[in-house]
């Protein structure tokens, strides 16, 4: 009776294991491994480096490899040229500066006083002139005088009188300072000077290159003594942080990833394994690309995912092939 019994225990078994294995014999509903694995790359960011300004190199500060951060001094132009600019726009603007003072102070008090001077010589001047003329006007009917000399003593009245009215504009000018106009345009020269002096400031500030982001050196492009144009690329910094993986998953998975999703991801030949989250998903198909090594065909369509790196370290670099996996992916649909 025991070896009966324990014959049909181990018959028994033997069914629930071969079902187990065999999910119910077909018969019963499969259960579906939510974990969705992908495949990418670390994202290759860069950045070029060059003058705005065209120069001689005088400095390099860094080497490639260099990690650097954002606002150091990485290289610098020969500016003896920009130097001798700004001290040219200086004496512009200094010369701007006393003609607009010189304008809005009107005149000194000895200009006026001058002024007034000459207009009493005219005054005096003309008084001769038109007693000259009195005199003499009696005795052109008679032919006392000859014409010639009646013409000059005419000439002279005349010429006093004008000398008389210009020395009299010449006082109410002094007087009256410079015109509203006048005063106008000199400010204006003022404002263009001071901006062109600005401007020379500026083109010597980028006389100096620095770096725009945290990141490393990874090319240096120049060496000190070379003669750039502006937007030359004298050094490409990589971009360290944040460090992004660019995934692909295919048309029929799409519906399991949402942003969101926590994901690891692993490197060849790096034991650690990185948390990180998918941050975008392109709203555009495109073919498989070359570098994606899946198990599909490549002519498949897949979706372009960006992961955004938590804990990224020196040891993933970019451009590095990186398997991401998603343990909470949506299950697929039957």
């Known amino acids: 009776m025991n070896r009966r019994r324990l014959i049909a225990i181990a018959a028994l078994l033997a069914v629930v294991v071969v079902a187990i294995a065999t999910r119910g014999f077909g018969l019963l509903g499969s259960d579906h491994d939510d974990t969705l694995t992908l495949y990418g790359n670390v994202d290759v960011r860069e950045v070029d480096l060059a003058f705005r300004v065209p120069g001689r190199i005088d400095s390099?500060?860094?080497?490639?490899?260099?990690?650097?951060?954002?606002?150091?001094?990485?290289?610098?132009?020969?500016t003896a040229s920009l130097d001798a600019q700004i001290a040219r726009a200086?004496?512009?603007?200094?010369?701007?500066?006393?003609?607009?003072?010189?304008?809005?102070?009107?005149?000194?008090?000895?200009?006026?006083?001058?002024t007034r001077a000459q207009l009493a010589a005219a005054q005096a001047a003309l008084v001769n002139a038109e007693r000259d003329y009195a005199r003499r006007e009696p005795l052109v009917e008679p032919g006392a005088i000859?014409?010639?000399i009646w013409a000059q003593t005419v000439a002279a009245r005349d010429q006093a009188r004008a000398q008389v009215a210009e020395a009299r504009q010449a006082l109410s000018l002094a007087q009256d300072g410079a015109r509203?106009?006048?005063?106008?345009?000199?400010g204006a020269q003022v404002a263009a000077a001071r901006a062109a002096r600005q401007s020379a400031s500026v083109d010597r500030g980028d006389g100096i290159l620095t770096a725009s982001v945290d990141g490393t050196v990874v090319t240096r492009a120049r060496e000190p003594g070379a003669i750039?144009?502006?937007?030359?690329?004298?050094?490409?910094?990589?971009?360290d942080r944040p460090l992004r993986v660019r995934?692909?998953?295919?048309?029929?998975?799409l519906s399991r990833v949402r942003p969101g999703m926590r994901v690891t991801i692993k490197a060849d030949g790096n034991p650690k394994t990185y948390q990180g989250t998918v941050g975008y998903?392109?709203?555009r198909s495109e073919f498989t690309p070359k570098s994606v090594e899946t198990e599909d065909l490549r002519t498949d369509l897949v979706y372009r995912l960006r992961i955004n790196v938590e804990d990224a370290d020196d040891a993933l670099r970019q451009g590095q092939p990186v398997t991401v996996t998603i343990p909470t992916a949506a299950a697929a649909e039957d």
Do not use: C, F, H, M
């Not at 390099?60 to 020969?78: C, F, N, T, Y």
């Not at 603007?93 to 000895?110: D, F, W």
């Open 60 to 78: 390099i500060a860094v080497e490639e490899g260099a990690k650097v951060k954002r606002g150091q001094r990485l290289a610098a132009l020969d």
């Open 90 to 114: 200086d004496a512009d603007v200094a010369r701007a500066e006393a003609e607009l003072a010189r304008l809005t102070n009107g005149s000194r008090p000895q200009e006026i006083a001058q």
């Open 146 to 148: 000859s014409a010639a």
């Open 180 to 186: 509203a106009e006048d005063i106008r345009a000199a």
């Open 228 to 239: 750039v144009q502006p937007g030359e690329t004298v050094l490409t910094l990589s971009i």
């Open 247 to 253: 995934a692909y998953v295919g048309e029929p998975d």
């Open 281 to 283: 998903i392109s709203p």
